[in-house]
């Protein structure tokens, strides 16, 4: 039996466990097949044999650790604190007054945090530290470093949200758009 064969034997069961981890057909795909790789490559270096068992707990911890990696580009992406849209002192007086209503939303925000929250989002805005960098210091998992942040980009985001609500702009600036 190739390789081949022996991959599409299995393919469609091991695509159908992974996508119950992702969600996502094409993803996947892509992690069963990486799954299937590197046990093969385990296989053919006599570590191994290629096993039902060994097959999906790989393609099991591949999807989860893509799930990592998917959560935590969500929380990074949602938006850095230069992308806020502030510019530069010694803008125009309409800029300004702008930038002082974004700080004065962010402020609120922070003040409905919990500390242990706040803290994080200090940590990993201001001061730039990573999830794993946080975890450590604070002796908390990377998951609710996660979580933390999350939360704390929402509530700056409604706030966010209501003061432009309030002022009648209808815009955020960079990634804190909806």
């Not at 996502?24 to 270096?45: H, I, M, S, W």
């Not at 002082?100 to 530290?129: H, W, Y």
């Amino acid at each position: 039996m190739t390789l081949a064969d022996i991959y599409r034997a299995r393919r469609t069961a091991l695509e159908r466990y992974v996508r119950r981890f992702l969600g996502n057909p094409e993803e996947a795909a892509d992690v069963a097949q990486e799954a299937f790789l590197k046990v093969y490559a385990a296989e053919v270096g006599h570590q191994t044999p290629v096993s039902e068992a060994l097959l999906f707990t790989a393609a099991r911890n591949l999807a989860l650790s893509e799930l990592r990696k998917r959560t935590s580009r969500a929380t990074d992406a949602m938006g850095d604190m230069s992308e806020l849209g502030v510019e530069a002192i010694g803008s125009n007086p309409e800029a300004i007054a702008s930038n002082r209503q974004m700080i004065t939303a962010v402020e609120a925000a922070m003040k409905n945090m919990s500390p242990r929250c706040l803290e994080v989002f200090r940590l990993r805005k201001l001061d730039g530290l990573s999830h794993l960098e946080i975890s450590q210091s604070l002796g908390m998992s990377t998951k609710s470093v996660e979580r933390h942040i999350t939360h704390a980009l929402q509530l700056c985001h409604e706030a966010l949200l209501h003061d432009r609500s309030r002022s009648g702009v209808r815009r955020l600036p960079g990634r804190w758009r909806e």
